[in-house]
T-cell receptor, first 110, second 114 residues
Framework: SQTIHQWPATLVQPVGSPLSLECTVE??????LYWYRQAAGRGLQLLFY??????ISSEVPQNLSASRPQDRQFILSSKKLLLSDSGFYLC?????????FGPGTRLTVL | SQKIEQNSEALNIQEGKTATLTCNYT??????LQWYRQDPGRGPVFLLL?????KEKRKERLKVTFDTTLKQSLFHITASQPADSATYLC?????????????FGTGTRLLVSP
């Protein structure tokens, strides 16, 4: 069966520091991968999606970037974090009309 | 503009009653609509999918309706239990892009009291 791993589970970072969140998927090949952010009291916002290695599409302009160096690895990054980057970050993949989510990373920017 | 609206206020009901959650949307023509459950601190989990040509879909104690004329979906949990307490998200499949993508509502929190 398919599994999504995300790490770290929680992260507290100062404003202006860099960020790297990692997502890996097991049990599937060439998955469509997604990064979402869920801010307090708000819905899931799609940040990036990827259909393959090196192929990244951005949904909204922001302080973040994404990369897909391997088929089952999806990385979310920032060079300098802002307070507004705080939130719950979820990696997901798509399989037959259903979205599977990872356990998420809780990011707090102070 | 495109909108997906779910009641932001928590829904409080007694155990054994039927919970009904609403999802309304504007300026979308979704091929299908999905409902997800999200527990605190965890990722959403898929529950049900209903297509535009389906009026109703059932799964155990769950029932979803989809009215493309009213642009509304109703999500029902019958014989509710405290374990059903969670936030429920609706999501539309966005056909305006050439890529599989869902647009999520903000979710409604359900609290079932014993």
């Amino acid at each position: 069966s398919q599994t999504i791993h995300q790490w770290p589970a929680t992260l507290v970072q100062p404003v202006g520091s860099p960020l790297s969140l990692e997502c890996t998927v097991e049990g599937t090949s060439n998955p469509n991968l997604y990064w979402y952010r869920q801010a307090a009291g708000r819905g899931l916002q799609l940040l990036f999606y990827s259909v393959g290695i090196g192929q990244i599409s951005s949904e909204v302009p922001q302080n973040l970037s994404a990369s897909r160096p391997q088929d089952r690895q999806f990385i979310l990054s920032s060079k300098k974090l802002l307070l507004s980057d705080s939130g719950f970050y979820l990696c997901a993949w798509w399989d037959y009309n259903e979205q599977f989510f990872g356990p998420g990373t809780r990011l707090t920017v102070l | 503009s495109q909108k997906i609206e779910q009641n932001s206020e928590a829904l409080n009901i007694q155990e054994g009653k039927t919970a009904t959650l609403t999802c309304n949307y504007t300026n979308y023509s979704p091929a299908y609509l999905q409902w997800y459950r999200q527990d605190p601190g965890r990722g959403p989990v898929f529950l049900l999918l209903i297509r535009e040509n389906e009026k109703e879909k059932r799964k155990e104690r769950l029932k979803v309706t989809f009215d493309t004329t009213l642009k509304q979906s109703l999500f029902h949990i019958t014989a509710s239990q405290p374990a059903d307490s969670a936030t429920y998200l609706c999501a539309l499949h966005n056909m305006n892009t050439g890529f599989q993508k869902l647009v999520f509502g903000t979710g409604t929190r359900l609290l079932v009291s014993p």
